[in-house]
């Protein structure tokens, strides 16, 4: 039992948490002022990149980068963001970069779905003075102590310029960060949307190893399942379908994001971007379909221990059952022996006692020909 | 068993009454005059507001108020109307603001499904001679006394005014009233439908509340399953269950109400709030989808305690069959050297009682041993 | 078991019966004249009205009325049949009115599922040299000795005339009869599709009534399983889910009939009534809808039933295994010292019989702490 | 268990057998005669009629009937093949009406899912130089020992001949025949797709019987699971589940045909068809709602079963419960007063029997008490 | 026990491996330079042909082979590459045949969902300089070791050109190159589209021995659990849902790439293949169709085999109850009598033994006949 609820302590729920219920949405110029910073290491990284020029910069002083501009030659300027902590830093880009107070909410108050807001002019983008961006909600998943933990990436996209904002530092892309100093990568020689694009592909091709996981685990449980496991494969398998319907509804959403980004034009996603899009969507289509094969894997998997319980019940009751019919009715026959009766004729013969004992072998030989008969043995 | 029958009781479930079948649907001027008003104390209030100035009184006397203008400065005029018993009232309203007789039926008659009526000309909008008119539904939901209770608000949206109608005192606003004290607000600058919007989003953020407390019972009943639960947890997951399929039927419908005021434009819906709506509409997909969570970690929860019930009922036989396998053939020995025969050889033994014991214990071990094997001890 | 099988008893399955398969579909002049009219009465009601008067009579001869006409002043004239017996009577109104052949087998082989068909010019049409005529077939659902039961309700949509064939006589369409007597109703004012309205929206609202009885059974049963509930519990979840099933089944079509008036036009059907069929629309959404609710906890509550017979079997099983476990062992130590051996050396000690005793109570003292500790007791 | 192997004897799957994967698709000229025919009596009947005349002939020598032409008065030609193993005969066939080959196939390589392919020019029709025809391939069921069989029938549907091939000899479709040899009949009035709607419609409706088959055995084994069914009800309720399974798959398509015939124009397809066809959407309509409901209800009842199992589980339990936990103490307490102890102090008293059996009785009692509260008996 | 364990070895999940998550999608001609040729044969087959002659060739110089033209009179030139080891192949036919770099890395990353991409311009065709292909990724089922296995084929689809690559050698297009050999075959006379249509179609017919393979295990347990089966049967249905799970998973996709491939003109396809695409979508449909059907017998049949598992328990209940409810009280009995109290009267009557046996007797055949009643017997 203790193995049960080792397995069973702290299995985490998905959460949401809503502080103000009634408040205003969306977090404009004055009120993210007002919002105060919590503690917590922010940090800002930005890299510059041209096909023949490369450069990334740690920032210190956000007031002062964000004052300055962009180095001429540079035809995308990434600045990534590790941390929500810092509202100053989050104003001053806010600020820069014209950010909507809509979007400016979703990216600070997390957990979002994952879902694309085109703003500026266009078919699908919302009227107003905004400037055209794309803000894209995504979300990086990570098993943390055995865990599927999510963090949530946001994304703003101009048309040279690609803002991204993390909850905590650590991420997927230092492949991309390598890929970026290689010079005469294709990557280099495209546009912001680009960078989106790969960025997003590092996220979703994270979700194989996941699966990777999930598909060991299962197939431990199959074959201890199948082998008659004890009750500790009840708590695995609940705690696996658990989280496999938690990678779904994790995983989903994503699906969307990328079916709207390749869908619905926007003038800062540009037509090369859509083109690989379509790679990423094979994949998320690859990691929800296997996913699903897993839970429906699972699901049969829980109904088959269900019927080994079932089965190890019949069992021990047969042997109950067989030890009990063999022995209650000669033992009843030796407590008639035993009777102090004075007229017992049988008590006097000489050969009694051989035959009882003779009597009671062939009653428990019977009985075990009948159970024979039956299939029990 | 009395825990659960504490749980069972006061189960309350949703219930339709029609009084009576048959009769006209929409109620106009006169059949509203016929209608007997109830016991039950109403509480009108009126805010008026515009970017500059706001005047909120309480109405005592509904038929001077009728009859008077609003202030020439109002832009926005909100009258809350709490309670449904005072027919009169009613009567006066509908009749200033022409309201169609098929909404103040479904204003009377609660609980009606949440939905958008339009009135007046346009795409979507009822021909007639109604006046342009958004008319909603909406359910404010709570948990009172553990119980989900859901409590129907009806909305009218005209171009300057927005009636709201709530079926009892006490409502989850009281933060929308401040912010529209706050002179500078962004609400203030705001046309009706936007109030409309704003009052929306209140009602929708307080169900993340409530799934907090959903989430905290299921976390409860898991690790409590977990660990291998009493009978009480029956009863307690057939009631979470049965709540979040509550919750669901309640949730679901205040989808179709967002998408529809999303889409189907109407003369007296704001460019604004449309934009605003998406930051509704993402609410409530993430309330939906949480809830789905909940639900399918419950039934997944159930199933898995029939599971454990099953493997109780395997343990508590092994025990029954251990005991039973190991004692009954020695006493069926016993018996056999209780028989009163008078030819018993091993009777006048010296060693025979050591030797019946050393001949119990060794089945006795036997026995234990192959249970061993088997795996049941 | 006697209650169970009273609550068996009598259970009907919905059933179709094709007395002819591959018979001429549509049923023309002649054949429906070749059709034996059989025994029962028919009863035909004629009510003519316009704004200022009403009249209402009661026909005998068919005949005659047929070749009569309606008065001058009247706007409506709806002829309502109880009763297809008559071939004779049906003859002369398909005559008369010029029904369709495939309508007028529709009307006579009950059941049909509920539609909608429009024959005449236009959109939906069927072309031919029928006049324009709208058909609509509809459930009218009773509880009849605790079972669901439905009578098809067959509609002929003219431009001033509304014919309506029932199976049997009585209906639910009294209070309607009432409310065309009143002079000033806002149904005398409207044309005959206001009339099919008025009727559809009487046979809708009668299943709320039918819905709250289910719901009284399904509370009871709730209260009933969650508390331990007997045998007699299990036929009669059957029972219920079998009877929201059918329920669902009969108002289902329902739905797609008036969705059909609404959407699709023809020039039977008014614009108000348009307008008003949107109240029945809602009516029945909300019917399905609690069907559906009901159905679920239903099925969840037939889930927690199998549970609550495992947890009584566990029970069960745990009074049998301790009763045994306690006294197994001592009847054995008991048969031990009931031996004949001559060589006993307990036997013959002063304080053997007090120690026996005390040995006895020390063991199943033991098993009972040990029960204590797994939580048996 | 005789009885349930009995049931599950002989249970058949559908299955499909594909000959030589990787061959040519469509039978053309020559491939058709390299063909050998197979043994089996093909049996070819001709009805020509007009609304005039009718004349029926049995084919002999095909060949011959080939080389002829059709009376000149006939505006409808019907052929009908029972059999497919004369290849010759379906060479002729195919060579005279210009079969398509894939169509040739399609009616050799039986079973086919039930389609509509229309060949020819037209919308939907495929491009090529086979003149207009609609192929059309459905499937008549029947009951044949107790298991649902369906056999396949293909129609080759032209602007004056309908030609159809069966199989196997033995239709449904004589009441069609009486009713063409009936003179002034609607069909005789009517083009070749008529004749085609009245086939499919026949076939149709044949599935009324079935249902009504499936019927009385659910509402059999209703009431025996209900009043608590043997072991057999486990086997019927698989066989039944499974049968209405097999039923479903094989009306489906169905459907989808008479929807197709329905809505995608071809020159063959008559306007009169079109309407009539509507009539057959509603018998398969029913035919499937009727069916899917009978499923659902034979899975409720497998639910039943599974608990009235444990009904009866627990019933047995509860028996040896009782039986053991009154007879157990009271044995051991028999047990104590027989050992051979020599200091027993109550074994000298005199009233120590009546005692014994009045402490035996008040024992027994207690635990019946016991019982009567716990509801065990 | 063991019979299972060898039915759980070695069963398999799907998995999907990706080495290198964050790196650059698509190959272009550097990267696949830069790739390592992994060891393994690879082995290239190149068959031109026109409808009057045919010519196959092995080819072991791929250099010179792509550096040569193709001879004049070939209107179809088919290159089939069986193993994708070798690097430098790969290079030269991306070159020569300008194939996309994603292309090119969804045909080395196998396994990847069947798809179809169309470059080139075109509605669906993907902007950009490369020249119209079509490109299909495939599946091809086989059961290899009792266990279903898929191996990914790759078509690039020309103009005059089919490019084939395979994972291993070994597939089941030996009947199509044996068509091509025929002078005079339909095939030889049409373009490269159909030679694709013929492949797929040949893959897609390889589907149906697998079905059969699964009808004949489902058959087998049908009638094995029906007669009531061991345990040896869960293993095996749960097996089989998988195998049925896993095989609809991987045609339905194959269902999607061949509607494409009808649906979406490309100037690649031409319009006879496109007709004879319906036969293989048809097929394809037979086989989700019945793949579907066993998978819900399989699901019936686990419910089943649940069922026969509670009726066994029964069984094995009711003779444990039955056996000891009747020994248990005589046993009792008979302790009674083995008392040794001095004054036990029955003791010394004459008639005391054969009483007992007689009170034996009537207890046992009381209680055998309350069993009959009760229909335990």
Chains 1, 2, 3, 4, 5 share one sequence.
């Not at 685990?217 to 989280?243: D, N, P, T, W």
């Not at 699903?292 to 699972?298: G, I, L, M, P, V």
């Amino acid at each position: 039992m203790r193995a049960v609820v080792r397995i069973a302590a702290g299995l985490r729920l998905p959460r949401i948490r809503k502080d103000r219920p009634g408040s205003a949405a969306g977090l404009d110029r004055d009120q993210l002022g007002a919002l105060r910073s919590t503690s917590g290491v922010v940090k800002v990284t930005v890299i510059n990149y041209c096909p023949d020029r490369v450069l990334s910069q740690e920032i210190d002083d956000i007031k002062r980068f964000v004052a300055d501009h962009r180095p001429e030659w540079s035809t995308v300027c990434w600045i990534n963001v590790d941390g929500l902590t810092d509202m100053e830093a989050i104003r001053a880009f806010a600020d820069k970069y014209e950010l909507h107070p809509l979007a400016v909410e979703d990216l600070l108050h997390v957990p979002q779905r994952p879902k694309v807001d085109a703003y500026g002019e266009g078919p699908s983008g919302l009227p107003g003075t905004h400037p055209a961006r794309l803000f894209v909600v995504a979300k990086m998943l990570q098993v943390i102590e055995g865990q599927l933990a999510s963090e949530q990436i946001s994304f703003f996209v101009g048309h040279k310029t690609l803002l991204t904002f993390q909850e905590r530092p650590g991420d997927v892309w230092d492949p991309i960060r390598r890929r970026l100093g290689q010079s005469g990568s294709q990557l280099r020689r495209q546009d912001a949307s680009f960078l989106l694009y790969v960025l997003l592909d590092a996220i979703v091709d994270h979700c194989f190893p996941i699966l990777e996981s999930y598909g060991d685990r299962l197939e431990k449980l199959e074959s201890e399942v199948l082998a008659g496991a004890g009750q500790a494969a009840m708590a695995q398998i609940y705690r696996l379908r658990r989280e496999l319907l938690l990678f779904r509804r994790e995983v989903w959403p994503m699906l969307d994001v990328i079916r709207t980004l390749q869908r619905e034009p926007h003038e800062c996603m540009g037509d090369t971007t859509r083109t690989y899009l379509r790679d990423v969507h094979d994949h998320i289509l690859q990691i929800i379909d296997l996913g699903d094969t897993y839970r429906e894997f699972a699901a049969g998997l829980a109904d088959t221990y269900t019927s080994s319980l079932s089965i190890r019940m019949n069992e021990v009751m047969k042997v109950l059952t067989i030890i009990t019919t063999i022995f209650i009715p000669i033992t009843f026959l030796a407590g008639v022996y035993g009777m102090n009766f004075h007229h017992i004729p049988e008590a006097n013969w000489v050969w009694a006692y051989p035959v009882f004992w003779a009597v009671c072998l062939l009653l428990a030989g019977g009985m075990l020909l009948l159970f024979k008969r039956k299939g029990w043995l």
